[in-house]
């Protein structure tokens, strides 16, 4: 198991944190969309950060995040769940900005500066809980630290980083989420903040060999951490021909008619996962049947 999430406790309840290695998970992600460098960065950044959310859920209860901003990524959509699931996409795929002043990838240029992160949970109530922030950096780490500050209300820091090899390919991917809880004394808050500055790059980190437990005791800076849960994580996609012949049936029995006239088939393309799925003639004259009642 290389890609997993840890959820753990210290300075007495008062801190809660989670940190995970996801470089397989965002290889995958990298491989299946055929992202370039900085896309890979900030697709990979944003499912980082929402398997961390997610690991907040319960089991089935799911989230979706958004970042919609004014650069040249043109909007990131991720899904993830309580299980450690997650998939995403970034609109320009095909994304190479120039190194940043910094000498790291240039995540910001490729969010943009302006423009709104959107959280929206679905925990099997009526009404999903949606919450909304704005692009405060771009970086996406900073952004989710606002979202959980200003929305729910929870002071935190968020750290997701993905360092990305010469060829394109996904060398470590990882992030942390440490949560102050109500009560904590200031110097806690202080001595994290100061582990915080100290730290470099989670996933320089892990390119050190350095696993998600480490990786927290060194943030937390206490070995007085209590590791509550290992959480495997994984790229996971719930789409399938089924659903997408549902979603043919739903154009009405007139509509596919015209692709068997036309195309004489049909093709679906996941936009989470890259997966096509085709469809013959004779798939779409049983998907009209079933469009039009006789199934
Ligand atoms: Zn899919």
Wanted: charged residues 25%; proline residues 3%; aromatic residues 6%.
């Amino acid at each position: 198991m290389t890609d997993y999430l840890v959820k753990a406790l210290a300075y007495d309840g008062f801190v809660r944190a989670y940190a995970v290695n996801a470089t397989e998970t965002i290889a995958e992600a990298q491989r299946r969309h055929d992202t370039w460098n900085t896309a890979s960065a900030a697709l990979g950044r944003t499912m980082i950060g929402g398997l961390m959310l997610g690991a907040t859920l319960k089991g089935e209860d799911k989230l979706t995040i958004k970042i919609d901003g004014n650069g040249p990524a043109g909007g990131i959509v991720v899904d993830s769940n309580g299980k450690g699931d997650v998939k995403g996409y970034i609109k320009n795929t095909h994304l190479s900005l120039p190194l940043n002043e910094i000498g790291k990838l240039d995540v910001r240029g490729a969010v943009g500066t302006e423009g709104m992160l959107t959280v929206i949970k679905d925990l099997g109530l009526k009404e999903p809980f949606s919450g909304q922030t704005p692009i405060v950096s771009g970086e996406i780490g900073e952004d989710f630290t606002y979202y959980l500050a200003v929305s729910e209300q929870i002071p935190s820091a968020v750290g997701v980083s993905v360092l990305v090899d010469t060829d394109d390919s996904i060398k470590t991917a990882g992030g942390f989420m440490i949560q102050i809880m109500p009560g904590a004394e200031d110097e806690v808050i202080d001595q994290i903040e100061e582990r915080l500055k100290e730290t470099t790059r989670i996933s320089s980190l892990l390119d050190e060999g350095q696993t998600p437990e480490e990786i927290l005791q060194r943030l937390l800076g206490t070995n007085d951490v209590e590791f509550l849960e290992k959480m495997p994580v994984q790229f996971k996609c719930d789409c399938s021909k089924e659903k997408f012949g549902a979603a043919i049936i739903s154009l009405g029995p007139d509509e596919i008619q015209a692709m068997i006239d036309e195309d004489h088939g049909a093709e679906a393309v996941c936009t989470f996962c890259n997966n096509k799925y085709k469809y013959s003639e004779a798939d779409l004259l049983e998907l009209k049947r079933e469009a039009m009642g006789e199934l």
